[in-house]
C-alpha cells in the first residue's frame, strides 16, 4: 500500500481544512486507515481510524471537531477539519493497516504517508 497525504496548510483558529490520503496497491476497502499527528518535540498521537468494516474511533481530545471518511470510488482517505486550535499545529500521517480492528497504537500501523503540516495560527 503507497499512501500520498496533503490538504496542509497555513491556517488561522477557528478556520478548517480538510487533509486527503491517496491510497494505491493493495485493495483499500480491506484496510483499516487512520490519522496520526505529531507535534514538534512531541510523540507521534493517534487522531482517528476507520475500519475496513466502517467503523470510527476518534480521539477524546478532539470534542467533535474532526471527521474521518474514506471514498472507496476513488481510494481516499480524508480527514475533516473544524474550529482548528492553535494546538492542533502538527505534522498529520495518514497510515493503514490489515484487518477490521481498529487500533490507537503507531506500531500497529503497517504503512505511512509522508504527512502533511498543518498550523494553526492565534
Known amino acids: 500500500v503507497q499512501l500520498q497525504a496533503s490538504g496542509g496548510g497555513l491556517v488561522q483558529a477557528g478556520d478548517s481544512l480538510r487533509l486527503s490520503c491517496a491510497a494505491s496497491?493493495?485493495?483499500?476497502?480491506?484496510?483499516?486507515m487512520a490519522w496520526f499527528r505529531q507535534a514538534p518535540g512531541k510523540e507521534r498521537e493517534f487522531v482517528a481510524a476507520?475500519?475496513?468494516?466502517?467503523?470510527?474511533r476518534y480521539a477524546e481530545i478532539l470534542d467533535g471537531r474532526f471527521t474521518i471518511s474514506r471514498d472507496s470510488a476513488d481510494n481516499t482517505l480524508y480527514l475533516q477539519m473544524s474550529s482548528l486550535k492553535p494546538e492542533d499545529t502538527a505534522v498529520y500521517f495518514c497510515?493503514?493497516?490489515?484487518?477490521?480492528?481498529?487500533?490507537?497504537?503507531?506500531?500497529?500501523?503497517?504503512?505511512w504517508g509522508q504527512g502533511t503540516q498543518v498550523t494553526v495560527s492565534s
Open positions: 497510515a493503514a493497516r490489515s484487518g477490521i480492528l481498529i487500533y490507537t497504537e503507531s506500531t500497529k500501523y503497517d504503512y
Open positions: 476507520i475500519s475496513a468494516g466502517g467503523n470510527i
Open positions: 496497491g493493495r485493495a483499500f476497502m480491506s484496510n483499516t
